[in-house]
């Protein structure tokens, strides 16, 4: 009679058996995955989270990505304004969504700046798979047609001369954490006024009660090239092809100074890296077509094509940028 096996003989077999099938379905679900990225995303329609409220500059600057990208990638890109608790709401949302592909997240510089103003989150607001940057956003300060201010150097003897109160789009946002950055460089103060949004800060400016807003520029340009509203800088490096004749911060008297923001694509993370390739490369033929490149431009913003990789650095560089004006100027959230 042939020998009988041992019971550990037989304990190895069983092992090395459930090895290979692990090994085997480990494999097959390495070769499904490309399978799964290349169906994506015919399984249905892609929810893109906007976590402000509609009308903003954000909220433009996703549904004109929204539209296009339906077309590009030959399914519905659903927009669906979750605003609320300075983005946090819509940014939790995403963040506890599938990483399938199937949700994206209207991202911007209020990502990094999220990181230290609510140290509290239950997610991580630079955990996100970043996708591509968009759009950037320079920031500009403007004051009326009528006031004394035509530059940023009387801007500031005004500021020492009397109060002046200088409103933003919100606490906390890019425009009030430049604020900070302006006042201790030039080394005057004003009063901060925080509003929910970039628009009734500028009806404000406009009925008299502001001596300036500090905001995204997208927000302004019209007011300022029917004469409306005079910009006496911009944030970014250069100047800008919708206002060429408002001077950066470095020619208004601020060497090096720049902030600027975006406006873009992030995913949940997780999310296959194939796909998030599919949509970077959609969103730069989107920004390439001459009807998006136009809507850009009157917005004041400037198009980005980049890799996803990119994005990431620029989140985590913002991150730790203004994580110490925050500090520094003790500002706390709404």
């Known amino acids: 009679m042939p020998a009988r096996r041992s019971a550990s003989a037989a304990g190895g077999w069983k092992g090395s058996e459930m090895h290979r099938r692990s090994l085997l379905a480990l494999g097959a679900a390495v070769l499904a995955r490309p399978a799964l990225a290349q169906a994506w995303p015919a399984e249905r329609s892609i929810r893109y989270v906007v976590p402000v409220a509609p009308g903003g500059s954000q909220d433009i600057v996703a549904r004109l990505f929204a539209r296009h990208l339906t077309d590009a990638l030959g399914q519905n890109v659903l927009v669906e304004n979750m605003p609320g608790a300075g983005s946090n709401i819509g940014y939790e949302h995403v963040a506890r969504a599938r990483p399938d592909g199937y949700t994206l997240l209207a991202g911007s ?20 798979a970043p996708v591509a940057q968009g759009v950037r956003v320079p920031q500009i300060l403007v004051v009326r047609a009528d006031s004394p201010a035509r530059s940023f150097a ?6 020492r001369r009397s109060p002046v109160a200088v409103g933003t789009p919100g606490n906390g946002s890019l425009a009030h954490l430049l604020g900070e950055q302006i006042q201790a460089a ?9 509003y929910k949004g970039g628009a009734l800060a500028v009806n404000d400016l406009l009925g008299g009660t502001l001596q300036g807003v500090l905001i995204n520029i997208g927000a302004v340009t019209d007011h300022v090239k029917i004469g409306r509203l005079r910009g006496l800088f911009v944030s970014s490096a250069g100047r800008t092809h919708s206002l060429p004749e408002v001077p950066t911060l470095t020619e208004a ?24 390739a599919r949509v970077n490369a959609a969103l730069d033929g989107v920004l390439a077509k001459p009807e998006v490149a136009e ?24 991150a730790a940028r203004w994580a110490e004006v925050v500090r520094r100027a003790r500002i706390q959230p709404d």
């Open 109 to 128: 510089d209020s990502l990094s700046i999220n990181k230290t103003l609510f140290p509290k989150l239950g997610f991580d607001v630079t955990g996100f």
């Open 154 to 159: 009387d801007f500031v003897e005004l500021a």
């Open 186 to 194: 030039a080394e005057i103060r004003w009063t901060h006024v925080p």
């Open 253 to 276: 008297g601020l060497p090096g100074a720049t902030a600027v923001g975006w406006h873009g694509i992030v995913a949940p993370a997780g999310t296959d890296p194939a796909i998030l």
């Open 295 to 318: 809507r850009v431009a009157a917005l004041g913003l400037e198009p980005v094509t980049a890799p996803p990789e990119a994005l990431g650095r620029v989140i985590e560089a913002d």
